[in-house]
T-cell receptor
C-alpha cells in the first residue's frame, strides 16, 4: 500500500513565524502535491512537483514556497505565517502524470496523507 | 476556467437505499475524472478513476459514469450502509497543466 505521511496532524503557530510542513511518500512516486482545504472552497492546489528540485505553482501559491530535495520528500514552507493561512493542509503523491507516456489509470491516482490542521494565531 | 460543482451539498438517507451523487464540470477537455472519499478530519481516499475515453467504472457497490460531452459524472452507491457516511469529492484532471480541480463535495450520512 502507498503511504503518504505528513509530519504533524495539528500545529499551532503565531503570526509571523516560519512554518514547515513535511510530507514523505514511500512508493517512489514522481509527482507530489500540496493542497489546502477550506469550508465552502474545497481543495485548492498550492504547489506541485514533477521531480526532484522541480516545482510548479498551483492556483494559490502566494505566501507559500516549497522544497523537493529528495524524491520522497516535499516540504511546504510558510515564510511568515498569517491568520488567513489557518487551514487543513493535504499532501498527495502520484506515480506519474500525463507528462509521462504510457497507459493512464493507476499512475494518475493521487494518494493523500492524513492532513495537517494548522492554526495561526 | 474549469469549475467543478457537486450537488447536493449534503444528503441524509436510511440504510439500504440506493443513491446518486452528481458532479458537473464546465470544460469537457479533461484527461480523467476521479471520485474520492474523505472521512472527517482525514485525508482523501481514491475510489474510482474514469479515463476520458471511458463511460463508467465499477468497484463493488460503487459505479461511476462519465458523460464528457455534457460535462457530467454520477457516483451510484448501491445498498448504502452507515459505513458509507463520509464526504465524497469528485475531481477532474486537466490536460494541461497536469493537475486536479476538485468539487466542494457531497456530505453523505447513512443512518441505521
Amino acid at each position: 500500500d502507498v503511504k503518504v505521511t505528513q509530519s504533524s496532524r495539528y500545529l499551532v503557530k503565531r503570526t509571523g513565524e516560519k512554518v514547515f510542513l513535511e510530507c514523505v511518500q514511500d512508493m517512489d512516486h514522481e509527482n507530489m502535491f500540496w493542497y489546502r482545504q477550506d469550508p465552502g472552497l474545497g481543495l485548492r492546489l498550492i504547489y506541485f512537483s514533477y521531480d526532484v528540485k522541480m516545482k510548479e505553482k498551483g492556483d494559490i501559491p502566494e505566501g507559500y514556497s516549497v522544497s523537493r530535495e529528495k524524491k520522497e520528500r516535499f516540504s511546504l514552507i510558510l515564510e511568515s505565517a498569517s491568520t488567513n493561512q489557518t487551514s487543513m493542509y493535504l499532501c498527495a503523491s502520484s506515480l506519474a502524470g500525463i507528462l509521462v507516456s504510457g497507459p493512464i489509470g493507476a499512475k494518475n491516482i493521487q494518494y493523500f496523507g492524513a492532513g495537517t490542521r494548522l492554526s495561526v494565531l | 476556467k474549469q469549475e467543478v460543482t457537486q450537488i447536493p451539498a449534503a444528503l441524509s438517507v436510511p440504510e439500504g437505499e440506493n443513491l446518486v451523487l452528481n458532479c458537473s464540470f464546465t470544460d469537457s477537455a479533461i484527461y480523467n475524472l476521479q471520485w474520492f472519499r474523505q472521512d472527517p478530519g482525514k485525508g482523501l481516499t481514491s475510489l474510482l478513476l474514469i479515463q476520458s475515453s471511458q463511460r463508467e467504472q465499477t468497484s463493488g457497490r460503487l459505479n461511476a459514469s462519465l458523460d464528457k460531452s455534457s460535462g457530467r459524472s454520477t457516483l451510484y452507491i448501491a445498498a448504502s450502509q452507515p459505513g458509507d457516511s463520509a464526504t465524497y469529492l469528485c475531481a477532474v484532471e486537466l490536460l494541461s497543466p497536469d493537475k486536479l480541480i476538485f468539487g466542494t463535495g457531497t456530505r453523505l450520512q447513512v443512518f441505521p
